[in-house]
């Protein structure tokens, strides 16, 4: 049976990469802190599981969603930095190692963008903690050749599914009745459909000629506003109010997280993908959100194309 490995496959997306790997018929191992998956002390299991297998995608990374405090980030920038290296070290000891590594990067190495997108070669990287996060991990994926395992980084945008990520959290504001725009709306939100990440890794792991850092969004970003206004039409909150950037500092604080992750205008194209000739299944936010959320069909799309 041929063998996929999933490192920090345990969490959001780990766990639909691993169905969907599963339901093609892939023997899906994962490494992870727990005890009933290959464990990242234990070298020999990660280099027995590595052995052979077809891909490897590293997940692994303390969740952002908490308050930057110096012991957070540190472990922030340590769960992708030193996991990835222990990879590394892995794949090096192989007698043949994994044809493909996908490793996560993320869309935030992206300086905030309110006035145009940004694709691979002519994005700016941006400053500050996340993004020297960002930088430290891709610097620590391509820090060694590809040798015999081609290697491919992707700057994954705000994952849509069912169950968790970034939606859920939305999902209740707007119940409770915060569903109106959030600081002045005119961030950027990129977003990516998790069928469409599946399909991505599918995509690049099955092309060659794919290799290096890929940004990985729906192609048609849209505002802060545009999104929360798509997410009222299909959960029809009975009222709306929005939230001002005080106020989400405010909230922030009490909930023990950072406004950078709602604040910063996120503006990725995927360009390389496109250019690929990948063709997303969930190009516009209106058909993603309907498909997750199975909302009422009436609800007419608000999005546009800005790219
Ligand atoms: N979801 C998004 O919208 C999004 C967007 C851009 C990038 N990403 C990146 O994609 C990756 C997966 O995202 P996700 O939403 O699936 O996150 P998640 O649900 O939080 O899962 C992350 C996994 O990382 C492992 N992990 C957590 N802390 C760790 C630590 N200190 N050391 C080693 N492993 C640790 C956990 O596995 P165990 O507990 O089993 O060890 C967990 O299953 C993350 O690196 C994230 O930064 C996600």
Request: aromatic share 8%.
């Amino acid at each position: 049976m041929k063998k996929i490995v999933i490192a920090g496959g345990t969490g959001f997306i780990g766990q639909y990469l691993r169905q969907k790997f599963m339901d093609q018929g892939y023997d899906v191992l994962t490494i992870s802190r727990g005890r009933q998956h290959v464990n990242w002390e234990d070298t020999s299991s990660m280099i027995a599981a590595l052995e052979g297998a077809a891909l490897l995608i590293n997940l692994a990374g303390k969740s952002v969603d908490c308050r930057y405090t110096e012991s957070n980030r540190s472990l922030i920038l340590s769960s992708r930095v030193d996991t990835t290296r222990k990879l590394q070290q892995a794949v090096d000891q192989c007698g043949v190692p994994p044809k493909v590594w996908v490793n996560s990067s993320t869309a935030t190495i992206y300086r905030h963008a309110e006035d145009r997108a940004m694709g691979e070669a002519s994005g700016e990287i941006g400053t500050g903690f996340s993004v020297d996060v960002a930088r430290a991990w891709e610097g620590a994926f391509f820090e060694k050749g590809d040798g015999n395992t081609r290697k491919v980084a992707l700057r994954i945008a705000i994952v849509l599914g069912r169950g968790g990520g970034a939606l859920e959290p939305m999902i209740k504001l707007v119940r409770f009745g915060l569903g109106g725009v959030q600081g002045s709306g005119r961030q950027m939100f990129s977003w990516l459909h998790i069928e469409d990440l599946f399909r991505i890794i599918e995509y690049v792991k099955s092309n060659e000629g794919l290799q290096g850092v890929y940004n990985c969004s729906a192609p048609n970003p849209v505002s802060n506003a545009t999104f929360m206004q798509e997410l009222r039409g299909i959960l029809k909150p009975p009222f709306h109010l929005s939230s001002p950037k005080l106020l989400l500092q405010a909230g922030a604080l009490l909930i023990n997280t950072e406004t950078e992750l709602i604040l910063k205008s996120r503006w990725v194209i995927p360009k390389g993908l496109l250019e690929a000739g990948f063709v997303f299944k969930y190009p516009i936010v209106h058909e993603a959100l309907m498909q997750i959320l199975g909302g009422s069909k009436k609800g007419a799309p608000v999005s546009r194309t800005v790219s």
